[in-house]
């Protein structure tokens, strides 16, 4: 009889011990499913999230921790690290209004102002992402002068100016910003022809923006430009080039044709781009180019009114 009494204790014991462990294992459980009412415990730290391997899209959660890293560290090498991660984040619709509404349009535009130029040139990156969303760009125009200073002052074809110029290209999509330009409409066109091949493009599609609406039409046949402007109507020069000053010349020449400007006599100033886009040498350019080898090319210059 003590034999079986001690065996049956025996048993109900291991029962118990059973029945613990499985409370512990589903308390457990529960946890990593978020069991409502419990905290969960972040899986990664903010500077986890920096890492190069880590590819998902963050979350709410995620974003405010790596914008408080941010905010709070001198290490230059987190600094770019976060830069990163939060650009990528950036390129998806959702997280631009997320990073907008948790605060870190100004906290990523501060680090424009660093003297580390990697540094600067993610933060460029990131607001040049952020400012697809509109409502983000009411935001990042404070920063257009500073960058503008930036891109025209920085070292020539550097990653800095580059990305400089992708956000002005970006925040001048629409009208609502480009009037901030106007001051440096002449700093735009002896970048565009000092520049190499990408500053140059790049460049032309932020001269492209502004040319297709007619109240920057003025500011830009006003602008003070040098004779060699002319050379990029060459019929050698890369297509990706021509196309976009042909493209440049319409649209300026569109825009005066709506407001009837074409009618009178101008008031611009020898030595302003209207004076080179409509005397002799450029129209000979143009005669010569209806001739051009590239189907493109000849199709363009026949859309531009004049020829």
């Not at 457990?28 to 409502?36: E, N, Y």
């Not at 969960?40 to 998902?56: H, V």
């Amino acid at each position: 009889m003590g034999g079986a009494r001690d065996v049956g204790w025996l048993a109900a014991g291991l029962v118990l011990a059973a029945g613990a462990c499985y409370c512990f294992y589903r308390l457990t459980r529960g946890r990593r499913r978020g069991v409502p009412g419990l905290r969960l415990r972040p899986s990664r730290s903010a500077e986890d999230l920096t890492n190069g391997s880590y590819d998902d899209i963050l979350n709410a959660e995620q974003l405010q921790k790596l914008l408080y890293l941010l905010e709070s560290t001198e290490d230059p090498v987190i600094i770019e690290r976060a830069l990163v991660t939060l650009g990528n984040n950036a390129a998806f619709s959702v997280n631009q209004v997320m990073i907008r509404e948790l605060g870190g349009i100004p906290i990523i535009g501060s680090k424009i102002n660093n003297p580390n130029q990697s540094i600067k040139e993610k933060a460029l990156n990131a607001l040049n992402n952020l400012s697809v969303n509109v409502e983000n760009q009411i935001k990042i125009k404070v920063y257009v002068s500073q960058v503008c200073e930036d891109v025209f002052s920085g070292p020539l074809n550097s990653a800095v100016q580059l990305a400089g110029l992708r956000l002005l290209t970006n925040m001048t999509v629409t009208n609502d910003h480009q009037h901030m330009l106007s001051s440096y409409i002449t700093d735009l066109f002896h970048l565009l022809l000092t520049g190499n091949g990408s500053t140059k493009v790049q460049v032309l599609k932020l001269l492209l923006n502004l040319s297709e609406n007619p109240a920057m039409t003025d500011g830009l046949l006003g602008a003070k430009v040098d004779s060699s402007f002319l050379s990029l109507y060459d019929g050698h020069v890369a297509k990706e080039i021509l196309l976009r000053v042909l493209t440049l010349f319409q649209n300026i020449t569109t825009c005066l044709e709506k407001e009837g400007h074409l009618a009178i006599q101008p008031t611009f100033t020898e030595g302003s781009l209207f004076y080179l886009l409509y005397g002799e040498e450029c129209a000979q350019k143009m005669r010569a180019l209806v001739y051009h080898h590239d189907a493109d090319v000849k199709e363009k210059v026949t859309m531009i009114p004049k020829f």
